[in-house]
């Protein structure tokens, strides 16, 4: 029985297109300044491909998603200012270094948020009473099950934030998988935010890689940042290559896996043992829910074992399915029929 793995978008590989343009990308030294730029061409293209597609002034390269976020809070916020947050976003509860007083320092601000989207009022409110030298959001959502935070919603984010002037931080990891199920372009999606960061990693195949953008001096400040934790490389447009392929041929695509990802959940919805909520499967990422007595790790392991489908866990009441580039329509055919069959002989 061949393995399907549903773990994550980042086991996606580089492409054969990734791998040729990276032996024959030109390179310089990104870390040695060429006017407001690296001396690494590959990687100036990237960034300025970037920019442009998002209708942002600047890009920077970053080695990861994680590294992007911080970077973007540090040059907002300083030591300990406070950042309104979710506690379920990526940022607050994977990224621990921001929040941490012993390292990144910045005070956590809860706003309740129903998928990702804060209670207006509240916000309001807490912009009024307290100093918040930033505002974070997450689209698409991935631990609430990657649902996407409307344009509409984001604008009337904005306006709260613009009316007090506090920055607007982006966390757009999956920004492409966002846009694609809203149908628009991610320069509609994204506009009026102050930074953002998204992955070329994940479901654009990238081996490695994530960007930052907002305004020229946003980013000339983030540059200093990223040096004095250790992201400034040097030959990187070796990777930069394959950011620009990831780009220009892999970031409309990912609306086949947020279509896949719907017809899994839609084929494993009535399956038993558990439940999906079908209002939240708008993106490649499908959150399965345990309504039985079997618990998310023990349905993880016997479902690897039994019928060689992998997923990810996310706690004991809930698992994770991910679709990507490479899990093609017959898998999802097949995965429906084992995990059908699994939840049935629980
Ligand atoms: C993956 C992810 C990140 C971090 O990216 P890494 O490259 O893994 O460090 C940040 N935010 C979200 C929502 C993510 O899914």
């Known amino acids: ?95 621990k270094a921001n929040f941490d007083p012993d390292f990144c320092g910045l005070i956590p601000v809860f706003v309740p948020q129903s998928r990702g989207v804060y209670c207006l009022d509240t916000l309001k409110k807490t912009l009024e009473s307290k100093k918040i030298a930033a505002v974070c959001i997450e689209n698409s959502y991935n631990f609430e099950g990657g649902s996407v935070i409307s344009r509409e ?21 999956r920004i492409f998988n966002a846009a694609a199920a809203l149908s628009m372009e991610v320069k509609e999606l994204t506009e009026g935010v102050t930074s953002l960061m998204f992955c070329v990693s994940k479901g654009l195949c990238a081996p490695i890689g994530s960007l930052i953008l907002g305004s020229y001096e946003f980013i000339a400040g983030a540059r200093e940042i990223r040096k004095e934790v250790g992201g400034q490389l040097r030959q990187v447009g070796i990777l930069a290559a394959a950011g620009i392929v990831a780009l220009e041929e892999m970031s409309e695509r990912v609306s ?22 079908m209002d939240n499967v708008q993106t490649n990422i499908v959150k399965v829910d345990m309504t039985g007595d079997i618990d998310g790790k023990d349905f993880l392991k016997r479902l690897e074992a039994e019928k060689k489908v992998r997923g990810h866990f996310i706690d004991s009441r809930s698992i994770r399915l991910v679709t990507y580039h490479g899990i093609t329509d017959e898998d999802i055919d097949e995965a429906i029929i084992r995990i059908k069959d699994f939840c049935a002989a629980i």
């Open 1 to 95: 029985m061949k393995v399907i793995d549903l773990r994550s978008d980042t086991v996606t590989l580089p492409t054969p297109r990734m791998l040729k343009e990276m032996v024959s990308a030109p390179l310089g030294d990104d870390g040695r300044a060429k006017g407001s730029k690296g001396e690494d061409p590959t990687v100036v293209k990237l960034e300025r491909m970037a920019a442009e597609r998002f209708g942002k002034e600047d890009a920077l390269f970053v080695p990861s998603g994680t590294m992007g976020n911080m970077v973007c809070l540090m040059t907002l916020a300083k030591r300990g200012e406070s950042v309104v947050v979710a506690q379920n976003t990526h940022l607050y509860k994977s990224e």
């Open 256 to 277: 086949h896996d947020n279509i896949r990802a719907r017809r899994l959940a839609e084929g494993i919805k009535d399956a038993g043992n558990i439940s999906i909520d």
């Open 153 to 173: 919603k984001i604008r009337a984010i904005l306006n709260i934030c613009n009316g007090f002037n506090v920055p607007v931080h982006l966390d757009g990891a």
